[in-house]
């Protein structure tokens, strides 16, 4: 099953249109994948406090499709992807009741926390990555077949 993460859109969310500010939808992009990496089973505390290894995000984009208000139930859909030793892709698909609003990607490479040079993903970042993507790949794959019939 296909990582997901809800989250409804608070005032504080909003810009002076009323509307999801564009940096935020990133910001709650973040709190899923955040949610993910503890939904499988990696510590978050020490994941982010003291890591030998970190993760920082070196690109991201969002395309907003629709706008997000203030009372919107969000969902936050994962589909993470190994780009090659040290690198990993993250594709975030966000709905309001089953309709896409937007859609983001954000790039993190592997580096040495403390040289702060690239290094290979460990294997609990590879485990996850390799779980996530098998999970995506289901979710697809059973979609494809009840649109076929």
């Known amino acids: 099953m296909i990582f997901t993460y809800q ?5 504080q969310d909003t ?3 009323g509307v999801v ?6 910001s709650m992009c973040h709190e899923a994948y955040e949610e993910s990496l503890q939904h499988s089973g990696i510590n978050i505390k020490t994941f982010f406090t ?3 290894v970190a993760f920082p995000i070196v690109h991201a984009n969002v395309d907003f499709l629709r706008p997000m208000y203030c009372g919107d139930n969000l969902m936050i859909s994962l589909i993470p992807q190994k780009i090659n030793v040290d690198k990993f892709d993250i594709t975030y698909l966000i709905t309001v009741a ?3 609003v937007a859609k983001a990607v954000t790039r993190h490479v592997c580096i040495d926390a403390n040289s702060k040079i690239k290094r290979e993903l460990p294997d609990e970042m590879i485990s996850w990555l390799e779980t996530n993507r098998r999970d995506a790949e289901g979710a697809e ?4 077949r009840e649109e076929i019939m």
């Open 98 to 100: 089953e309709v896409i």
């Open 141 to 144: 794959r059973r979609k494809s």
């Open 15 to 17: 810009d002076a249109a």
């Open 21 to 26: 500010y564009f940096a935020h939808t990133l």
């Open 7 to 11: 989250r409804t859109v608070r005032f």
């Open 50 to 52: 003291h890591p030998n």
